[in-house]
């Protein structure tokens, strides 16, 4: 399956790792480390240019440790209720 984290943007549910609150998260400073190493070394995508709301954690399943983090202006609720309808959709 796949979710559409914004834009032009879309991923495999098999490579997402965790769909976090930008808010919430960033109040971490292990958190905001991650989110610094990760953008000097290139990982991270910005999915929009609108105020973000959330971040994606995604792998590729053939190398896990080639990460990528997308950051989305959609909340992290809808996001995630889109992974449930579509785990649902593909059960019926």
């Known amino acids: 399956m796949y979710l559409h984290l ?28 991650f989110l610094s190493r990760s953008e000097r070394e290139g990982r991270v995508l910005n999915v929009s ?14 190398d896990p440790h080639n990460y990528r983090v997308y950051i989305s202006q959609i909340s992290p609720r809808t996001l995630t209720n889109r992974t449930a309808l579509r785990e649902m959709a593909g059960s019926l």
């Not at 914004?6 to 292990?30: C, M, P, Q, Y």
């Not at 240019?49 to 053939?62: D, G, H």
């Open 49 to 62: 240019y609108e105020l973000p709301r959330s971040f994606s954690l995604c792998s590729n399943a053939q």
């Open 6 to 33: 914004g834009g032009d943007t879309v991923v495999s549910t098999d490579d997402l790792i965790g769909i976090f609150d930008i808010e919430n998260t960033t109040i971490g400073k292990a958190t905001r480390d």
